[in-house]
C-alpha cells in the first residue's frame, strides 16, 4: 500500500510541476513515479495515510492557519536578512540556541524544523529529545524561555 501511494504523489506532484498534459510528458511522469515507488517506495512513512486521507477537520484548519502564518514569517524573515545584508555594518549576532517544544509526533517535529530551516536566517542544526538547537543569524537574548517563544 506504502508504494501506491508513493506512486501516486510523486505522478501528481511530477503533473503539478510540469503542469503539462502532452503524452511525453504523462509517461515520462508515471516512469519516473513508478520507478521512485519501485525503489523507495516502502520508506514512505506510514503517518502519510493519515496527511493524504485528511479526513481529520482539525488537522485541516490548522493547516489552513498555518501556512499564511509560514509565509509571513517567512517574507519577513527575508526583509531582516536583505537588510542585514546590505547594512553597511553587518548588524549580525550569530549563534546557536536550544530551543524545548512540546510537539511529541516525529513528523510533526520534522515539520517544524523543516518550517525553521526553509525560514532566511535559522537552520535547524539537532533535535535532541524535546529539545531543538537552531542557528540564528541574529541571536537577541541569552534566556532560554524568551528563545523559545
Known sequence: MPRIVHFAVAFLLWMLLTWSVYLDNVLAGAIVAALSAALVGHL???EAKRIISLSSVKRVLWFI????????YCLKANFDV???VMHLNLPI???IVKVKT???G???R????????LTPGTL????????MYIHWIFVESDDPAEQTR
Open 44 to 46: 514512505f512513512p506510514l
Open 65 to 72: 492557519y498555518y501556512v499564511p502564518m509560514f509565509l509571513l
Open 82 to 84: 536583505a537588510y542585514r
Open 93 to 95: 549576532r550569530p549563534g
Open 102 to 104: 512540546t510537539l511529541k
Open 106 to 108: 516525529d513528523m510533526a
Open 110 to 117: 520534522t515539520f517544524l524544523a523543516n518550517s525553521i530551516t
Open 124 to 131: 535547524t542544526i539537532d533535535m535532541i529529545g524535546d529539545d
